[in-house]
């Protein structure tokens, strides 16, 4: 059984009669600060020019944008995978071969690849990352803008969004995933109501989790929303750490809409070069150094090399992955499907697979990749410390 997403209607001009010039056509970042400026040194928001939410929303495209090349995009079904290498990711990923993991990248017209959830009837039922029927059927109800996060392993403390336009609390679906063990706090704390959600968030529960790794766990609704809300058309993720400040109709103007953009994220604020990323992760004992080691030493057997400006107009390598912006079409649906794959193969660490993936797609057709400075990112979310009391962020 496979899901097909597919949009085969022509790109039509439909007619947007909102002014020629976009008001923040003439923004400009201010300047970075000079070196011995050591009071504004390190990462840190910048201003960004949005529109206001009722023209954000006026300017929200009317039909999706072309996926180039590929316009038929189906999913693997195995209800019993077989491992047949000796390393091919998990049981919920449908252990890919190598030869199949390489044709995938081989980008047609209508393609079948791995995808997770290759178990069960759809995702969410007996496919592992389960999801009660209830909450699948609203799921599927979601057909504007999803707001995504999640909590495993009860490791981060909710956030809720501000600054939200009545526009937004309406029409944009915020959810976030959350495991047993996170619900079981939850309802012990009081902080989940009735009706299953906590301020704007509405709580899914998720049960049969495939990973013993929660940070591995939360890679899924991360880069499978499309699986997950297959009649959504834009999506933000965030993770469970930051803050939303900032209405998504505008981010969604700002960094899809107003750039002709169908996947933007943010790059690293000080790494670029995946190779130096890999021994930061080593550094910081983010996994074990074997398991990286042999991902980047796969790498460059395939020919990835250091980053340099031979690689402009593209300006870095490594994501800042805690935000993640997109428009559901087939070829960003393609792209997080074997971003994912290399999650589910190598390390959970996906700073490390993004440009790989990236760039295989890249090479075979006409799409890229929007990577805005991180200080831009910062904006938009905010990282609350859990020991901070959280009311002196009532009024940003």
């Not at 059984?1 to 085969?8: H, T, V």
């Not at 009071?39 to 928001?45: A, I, L, N, S, T």
């Not at 953009?261 to 930061?280: L, N, P, Q």
Request: hydrophobic share 35%; net charge negative.
């Amino acid at each position: 059984m496979n899901e097909q997403i597919s949009d085969p209607r022509p790109l039509l001009d439909v007619g947007n009669t909102l002014p020629r010039q976009h008001p923040c056509e003439n923004f400009a970042l201010p300047s970075p600060p000079r070196p011995s400026d050591r009071k504004r040194m390190g990462p840190r928001p910048c201003p960004v020019c949005y529109v206001p939410v009722e023209e954000a929303i006026a300017r929200m495209p009317h039909i999706p944008s072309p996926s180039p090349v590929l316009w038929n995009l189906t999913y693997v079904h195995e209800e019993n995978p077989v491992r047949t290498e000796p390393f091919g990711g998990s049981e919920f990923g449908g252990y890919p071969s190598l030869k199949q993991r390489n044709d995938s990248f081989d980008v047609k017209e209508s393609m079948n690849v791995h995808c997770g959830f290759v178990r069960g009837r759809k995702p969410g039922i007996d496919s592992g990352f389960d999801i009660d029927d209830s909450d699948l059927l609203e799921m599927e109800q979601c057909r504007g803008v999803v707001v995504a996060s999640a909590i495993f392993g009860n490791y981060d403390i909710i956030q809720q969004p501000k600054s939200i336009s009545e526009d937004a609390k309406q029409n944009v679906c915020f959810y976030m995933f959350v495991d047993e063990e996170t619900e079981a706090y939850m309802k012990n704390s009081g902080s989940l109501d009735d009706r299953k959600k906590v301020g704007l968030w509405r709580i899914i529960v998720v049960r049969n989790l495939p990973y013993v790794d929660a940070r591995r766990n939360g890679k899924i609704p991360k880069l499978l929303l499309h699986r997950i809300f297959p009649n959504a058309r834009f999506s933000i993720w965030i993770d469970g750490k930051l803050e939303l400040v900032v209405d998504p109709y505008q981010i969604l103007e700002r960094f899809l809409w107003q750039k002709n953009a169908t996947f933007a994220i943010s790059r690293h604020y000080r790494r670029f070069d995946v190779f130096v990323e890999a021994e930061a992760n080593k550094v910081a004992a983010k996994y074990d150094n074997a398991s990286i080691d042999f991902q980047i030493d796969f790498y460059r057997s395939e020919g990835l090399t250091p980053y340099s400006e031979a690689k402009l107009p593209i300006t870095s390598d490594v994501p800042e992955g805690c935000v993640i912006i997109r428009e559901h079409i087939p070829i960003t649906n393609l792209f997080t499907c074997l971003w994912f794959n290399e999650v589910d193969r190598f390390t959970s660490r996906d700073q490390l697979s993004f440009s790989t993936v990236r760039d295989k797609i890249m090479s075979k057709v006409d799409w890229s990749v929007s990577m805005f400075m991180d200080c831009e990112r910062r904006n938009f979310v905010v990282q609350v410390a859990p020991d901070i009391d959280l009311n002196i962020f009532n009024n940003f």
